[in-house]
């Protein structure tokens, strides 16, 4: 158990000493890695998009160590968990107290399909495959690259009506575009930047790129953007770089 945080390991041993028993644990390998979000459905304002991950599990509960926290009486400390499994997400109720449905039927353990309501509590989430093609919006997807090591885009931005430098991560990118994590809303639906990209493994490459969509996110109590980036212009020694690192990542 010394891959799921100790808080959480507390907090479903307090719910019951079994319930962890027969059920898989967080470290995942061979996963198959299609995308696929959780969407929170809010009744006011944006709902809130989660990008499940395609190695680990995603919990969900009150306590705020979850990956996806949610309040309530009826909501125990660690209610929930989806886990990717080769081809599939399945969801486990980890003994909550209220328990879960999916698509208005009590449920255990169940293999996620597309579109899945599920009810937890007071809360309504979606569970939703991303369509390759619609990862980047439209941009290709050839040699798409999940980037295991740090890699990370910097661009000069306007904040608060100064000009600065900012950064964000590069959680997946491909010869056409990339999807950044942004921890400041800077960035917005049809903005041209130009910016460098660099990690251990790939050497500065220089774009100008167009936002082709933004989501909004929140993650332990913090608001992160997820933004689409479509690769607008790279100089040749660039695209040869991302070219190179992105056929090596695929051997």
Not at 191 to 220: D, F, M, P, T, Y
Request: glycine share 6%; net charge positive.
């Amino acid at each position: 158990m010394k891959d799921i945080p100790s808080k959480l390991l507390s907090s479903i041993m307090k719910n019951g000493k079994s319930i962890l028993r027969g059920l898989p644990r967080r470290e995942v390998k061979d996963s198959f890695g299609r995308p696929a979000v959780i969407i929170c459905e809010k009744i006011q304002g944006k709902s809130s998009v989660y990008n499940l991950p395609n190695n680990n599990e995603f919990f969900m509960g009150r306590n705020p160590e979850n990956n996806l926290c949610l309040t309530g009486d009826d909501i125990s400390d660690v209610h929930a968990k989806i886990r990717p499994e080769k081809e599939n997400y399945m969801l486990y109720n980890l003994a909550s107290k209220s328990g879960l449905t999916v698509n208005w039927g009590k449920t255990l353990k169940r293999r996620l399909e597309h579109k899945d309501k599920i009810k937890i509590g007071s809360y309504s989430l979606i569970f939703e495959f991303v369509k390759e093609n619609e990862i980047f919006d439209g941009v290709g997807m050839k040699k798409t690259k999940y980037t295991s090591s740090p890699m990370t885009l910097k661009l000069l931005a306007k904040v608060n009506d100064k000009l600065e430098e900012v950064s964000g991560t590069v959680e997946d990118i491909n010869i056409n575009g990339a999807r950044i994590e942004m921890q400041k809303e800077v960035l917005h639906k049809g903005n041209i930047i130009e910016a460098g990209i660099s990690s251990s493994e790939l050497q500065l490459i220089e774009v100008i790129a167009q936002v082709i969509w933004e989501r909004v996110s929140e993650r332990n109590g913090k608001m992160l953007y997820d933004i689409g980036l479509q690769f607008l212009e790279m100089d040749e020694k660039s695209r040869n770089r991302l070219k190179n690192y992105l056929e090596d990542k695929s051997v």
